[in-house]
C-alpha cells in the first residue's frame, strides 16, 4: 500500500523531511506551551490539552484512518477505539 504523499509523487527525502519536521516544531510547541502554561489554571491545561487531542484526532481520521479502512475494513474501526481507549488509560494513570 503506497501513501498518499507517495502517490502524489513526493520522494521518500520530501515525506521524511516534511514528518522531521513535523515532530520538530511538534516539540517546540509542547517546550513552549509547558513553559507558558506550567503555572496556570486545571482548567487552562485541560482545555488547551483538549484542543490538541481534537487536532490529533481530526489528523488520524482525515489520514490515517482511510488508509487503515483500505487495507483491512474489518478492523479499522475497532483498532481506533482500542487505541483512543489506551492513550485515554494511559493519560489518567495515577490521577485517582
Known sequence: ???ACRAAGRSVTYIFGLWSAITIL???AAAL???FLGGAAAQVVATA???AAGALLTMVVNTIVP???EG???LAGVLVVVGLLAA???SNVGET
Open 1 to 3: 500500500m503506497r501513501s
Open 26 to 28: 511538534s516539540g517546540a
Open 33 to 35: 506551551g509547558a513553559a
Open 49 to 51: 490539552g483538549a484542543v
Open 67 to 69: 488508509e487503515a479502512a
Open 72 to 74: 483491512e475494513q474489518r
Open 88 to 90: 485515554f488509560t494511559l
